[in-house]
């Protein structure tokens, strides 16, 4: 499960960034609760481990959580929240 959030952060990560294109922008309104998703089934992986090696969780977190705060910031920016 460690690997699993760690794949789903990376891919939260490039949806995030192939909404920073222009005219793409939209896709934020998906990848975010995509991204807000796959933090909650890393938080759960990591809680839930019994190894001692949770890096992938842990990146899993880190690049869902970064794929939200810059995916928020886009849509802000992009005036698609008000």
């Known amino acids: 499960m460690l690997t699993l959030s760690l794949v789903w952060g990376i891919l ?17 309104w998906l990848n975010i609760p995509f991204a807000g998703l796959g933090l909650i089934i ?15 969780g842990m990146a899993g977190i880190v690049l869902c959580a970064i794929a939200v705060v810059f ?3 886009r849509l802000l920016a992009g005036g698609g929240i008000l």
């Open 71 to 73: 995916g928020m910031l």
């Open 42 to 56: 890393s938080v759960v992986a990591v809680a839930t481990s019994k190894e001692e090696k949770k890096g992938a």
């Open 12 to 28: 939260a990560l490039i949806g995030m960034f192939v909404a920073f294109l222009p005219c793409l922008g939209s896709l934020n």
